[in-house]
């Protein structure tokens, strides 16, 4: 897969990742105040390794011809861990705000 397409693919993954984390800011303002304290660690931490990918991204844009390529795993593996938590804080939400009701 050649660079930029490859950035593309990234980016955009990482750019539907935060709409859905923001998406889950949203939904957790219903959530009872236990819930919702968890959930906003949660998100902060979802934050902060979205902008690790975000960095990762960036040094892959940087990088030379002949480097990129040794960066991707790291940057998809940073892509990843923010997925991995995402369906994670998703999940909890979703069984937290079910014992709510």
């Given at each position: 897969m050649?660079?930029?397409?490859?950035?593309?693919?990234?980016e955009?993954?990482?750019?539907?990742?935060?709409?859905?984390?923001?998406?889950?800011?949203?939904?957790?303002?219903?959530?009872?105040?236990?819930?919702k304290?968890?959930l906003s660690?949660?998100i902060?931490a979802?934050?902060?390794?979205?902008?690790?990918a975000?960095?990762?991204?960036?040094?892959?844009?940087?990088?030379?011809?002949?480097?990129?390529?040794r960066l991707k795993?790291?940057?998809?593996?940073?892509?990843?861990?923010?997925?991995?938590?995402?369906d994670?804080?998703?999940r909890?939400?979703?069984k937290?705000g079910?014992?709510?009701?």
């Amino acid at each position: 897969m050649i660079r930029n397409a490859y950035l593309k693919k990234m980016e955009e993954g990482l750019h539907k990742l935060e709409a859905e984390i923001d998406s889950l800011e949203k939904w957790a303002g219903g959530a009872s105040s236990e819930a919702k304290e968890d959930l906003s660690r949660r998100i902060d931490a979802l934050r902060g390794k979205a902008a690790v990918a975000r960095g990762r991204i960036r040094d892959v844009r940087k990088a030379g011809d002949a480097t990129w390529g040794r960066l991707k795993i790291r940057t998809e593996e940073a892509v990843d861990d923010v997925r991995k938590d995402l369906d994670a804080a998703v999940r909890k939400f979703r069984k937290t705000g079910s014992e709510d009701r």
